[in-house]
């Protein structure tokens, strides 16, 4: 990620920031300041750990107990955007079929 970060100053003095771990809120307040988000994501352990990159493009809050955060995602391998649920108050945790995926680091 710091790679990102590092190429997209130099190239193009964009000022971006890398961030480890990301917390909920930050997340929350870089996208309400319409920065998207390039996210490292991690699932699995041990020979079914996997890595991923995504983009987190905006997020929704519906008022429910206990209170769901979702978050609008673009997968730079696909044509598509989805929501994702976020499963954890503390950071930005999603469940896709039987993977938990935890977002690792941000550059934005």
């Known amino acids: 990620m ?5 190429f997209a100053n130099d190239k193009y003095n ?12 930050s997340v929350k307040t870089i996208i309400s300041n319409n920065k998207p988000i390039m996210g490292y994501w991690e699932s699995g352990t041990g020979s079914d750990f996997k890595t991923h990159a995504i983009l987190i493009t905006g997020y929704s809050y519906k008022g429910t107990v206990p209170a769901e955060d979702y978050y609008i995602v673009r997968n730079p391998w696909y044509t598509y955007a989805q929501w994702i649920g976020v499963t954890d108050s503390s950071s930005v945790v999603y469940v896709n079929g039987s993977r938990t995926w935890k977002l690792k680091s941000v550059v934005y």
């Open 14 to 25: 964009a000022g971006c920031v890398y961030v480890v771990p990301p917390s909920l809120l």
């Open 2 to 6: 710091k790679d990102y970060r590092d």
